[in-house]
Nanobody, 127 residues
Framework: QVQLIESGGGLVQAGGSLRLSCAASGRTFSSYAMDWFRQAPGKERDFVSAINWNGASTYYADSVKGRFTISRDNAKNTVYLQMNSLKPEDTAKYYC????????????????????WGKGTLVTVSS
């Protein structure tokens, strides 16, 4: 069982930055690929970014490529999402998710692929 707790959300002006964190319980964090998803009000949950088990491979949705950076620290059981140049359309609840995987290359994930989810952290970007 893996428990995921997101933090770092808040209110920021357009053009600003936030860093989200997702802390995982358990001693097998390095066995999991980690993803970030987001869900805007009234919309479906969308994939944002993924990182493989050792951080060597990352993947981004086109909408965030070049603005967001995913990283992880396996010693701290934590995955991060650095969000720069934020836009009002980035407003959403952001969720981290985990899937057991030792793949060397990561790609886009689907909701149904993920085994564990956090409860989310809200990001609001004002114009």
């Amino acid at each position: 069982q893996v428990q995921l707790i997101e933090s770092g959300g808040g209110l920021v002006q357009a053009g600003g930055s936030l860093r989200l964190s997702c802390a995982a319980s358990g001693r097998t964090f390095s066995s999991y690929a980690m993803d970030w998803f987001r869900q805007a009000p009234g919309k479906e949950r969308d994939f944002v970014s993924a990182i493989n088990w050792n951080g060597a491979s990352t993947y981004y949705a086109d909408s965030v490529k070049g603005r967001f950076t995913i990283s992880r620290d396996n010693a701290k059981n934590t995955v991060y999402l650095q969000m720069n140049s934020l836009k009002p359309e980035d407003t959403a609840k952001y969720y981290c998710a985990a899937i057991r995987s030792r793949a060397t290359k990561i790609g886009r994930s689907m909701d149904d692929d993920m085994e564990y989810w956090g409860k989310g952290t809200l990001v609001t970007v004002s114009s």
